[in-house]
């Protein structure tokens, strides 16, 4: 075969595929990496942000989401929302959305006032009914009904419908009143003659309730103090009940205090099993709501923490963290054990200082009644933070959380365990994540991490009514 036909047919051919082949390389290689590394910074909540308050730098916190999980909703420039109002209450950590976002402190219609998931609904209400025109927006209330007889058999009642529901609009003035708006020295009021409705935020199931009771007998608002944010038990007084001599309709004594301790422990797999499953019969166990799949809550007698203090003498449990917190009847008491870091980032030519935090965060609200048992309003949250490296080479922080909401009753002296805190699948750090924080360093142990022991939030229980 001649020189040229070899050229021609067998070394152009090779050489040009070749040339295709390293050309396609280098064109696709550098897309598949920015790929993997590509982060996009986006704006949260650096703290609790009530509705129509005017935006600030000091609000404001980054985040790092990889780029298809981005929301076209989300903010990514700090210039798009300074200077402008929250729409709508957000929570630290929360990301930052456009539609949260207005250009003026008074939403356009009442529309932006209604809370997520509530309804706005409007009863009737006069002088009596309505605490003689006090209440207005933002102001909470509760309220009551009386009914008739529905039958011989029945007699009359009153029964407490709903608890602690925001205000919306008096009339149809959406806007909270001042103590002094109108010159006056007292507390603002709405004059009587345009006093005859009231605009309040309820889910569905409350709206129900309302109309059926409105429509069945006499409706009568309560007032809430403005820090009482807690729940009575439920309420149905009927007049026999209320004619009898002995009969008194406290339920609950709001003077009443808890102490409570809070221990964060490891503790053998095995034994915490055998532990659990020899509680006492009528025990309750409650799985978490609201998300925080894992999180199991256990009503135990008060002979449990004798339990875990002798494996803890027998070398099977360690305590970890205690903590001691006091608090009165229906008010919040919070825990947690948790770490916090600082970074900085430029965003859109500013210097944004930020920061996260990884932890466990417990929030206990006790309802503490005159009978023995009291029920535990509990909100959890476990928090963890993968660092994974950014196209610039710097490590950003990416949050992962899972909450959980449980109401566990309790007579009085039993403890609540808390299991699944950290579970195996929260503690697998993904490919392109290179450093994954769950919890200050060295609570989680490598006995943690094999699954021979298991992280457990313990919560004891002491009413002292002064």
Do not use: C
């Not at 002088?127 to 909470?140: L, M, Q, S, Y």
């Not at 990884?358 to 535990?376: A, E, H, K, Q």
């Not at 094999?450 to 229980?461: A, T």
């Amino acid at each position: 075969m001649s020189r040229s036909r070899i050229l021609r047919y067998y070394v152009i051919p090779v050489a040009i595929g070749l040339l295709i082949t390293a050309l396609a390389y280098r064109a696709l290689a550098p897309r598949q990496v920015s790929t993997m590394q590509q982060l996009v910074t986006v704006l949260a909540a650096a703290q609790d942000i009530p509705a129509k308050a005017l935006i600030t730098n000091s609000m404001l916190a980054t985040r790092q989401v990889p780029a298809n999980m981005v929301d076209p909703d989300m903010v990514t420039q700090p210039q798009e929302v300074l200077g402008k109002y929250a729409a709508m209450p957000m929570v630290r950590g929360e990301f930052i959305l456009k539609s949260k976002i207005v250009s003026v402190a008074t939403p356009p219609t009442l529309s932006y006032d209604i809370p997520k998931g509530l309804r706005a609904m409007t009863i009737r209400v006069d002088e009596i009914t309505g605490v003689a025109g006090f209440p207005a927006p933002g102001d909470r209330i509760d309220i009551i009904g009386t009914f008739e007889p529905q039958n011989s058999t029945d007699e009359r009642r009153t029964r407490l419908i709903v608890q602690d529901i925001p205000i919306l609009a008096v009339g149809q003035n959406a806007v909270p009143v001042t103590a002094n708006q109108g010159g006056g020295s007292g507390p603002k009021t709405t004059p009587l003659g345009q006093y005859t409705s009231l605009t309040i935020a309820v889910t569905p199931e409350q709206a129900a309730a309302i109309a059926l009771a409105e429509d069945s007998g006499k409706l009568q608002v309560l007032l809430r103090p403005a820090t009482d944010l807690g729940f009575y038990p439920p309420a149905d007084v009927t007049q026999s009940q209320l004619f009898k001599s002995t009969w008194t309709p406290e339920l609950y004594r709001t003077e009443a205090q808890l102490e409570m301790s809070v221990v964060l422990m490891e503790v053998d797999t095995a034994s915490l099993s055998d532990l659990l499953q020899h509680l006492p019969a009528g025990s309750e166990s409650v799985t978490g709501a609201g998300g925080g799949e894992g999180f199991y809550f256990h009503e135990t007698p008060d002979t449990t923490w004798n339990s875990l203090n002798a494996l803890v003498q027998a070398g099977k449990a360690k305590v970890i963290d205690e903590s001691d917190i006091t608090t009165i009847n229906r008010q919040t008491a919070s825990y947690s054990r948790s770490a916090q870091a600082n970074y900085g980032q430029q965003v859109g030519g500013l210097q944004m200082n930020s920061w996260v935090e990884d932890g466990i965060f417990l929030d206990i609200t006790p309802v503490i009644y005159t009978t023995p048992f009291i029920d535990m309003q509990m909100n959890l949250e476990l928090q963890s933070v993968d660092w994974v490296q950014s196209a610039s080479q710097a490590a950003v922080p990416v949050l992962n959380d899972r909450r959980a909401q449980a109401v566990v009753r309790i007579n009085e002296g039993e403890v609540i365990l808390v299991t699944g805190i950290v579970r195996p699948q929260d503690l697998q750090k993904p490919a392109n994540v290179l450093e994954r924080d769950i919890l200050p360093s060295g609570d989680i142990s490598p006995a943690v991490q094999s699954g021979s022991r298991q992280l457990l939030l313990v919560i004891l229980s002491r009413r002292d009514v002064r």
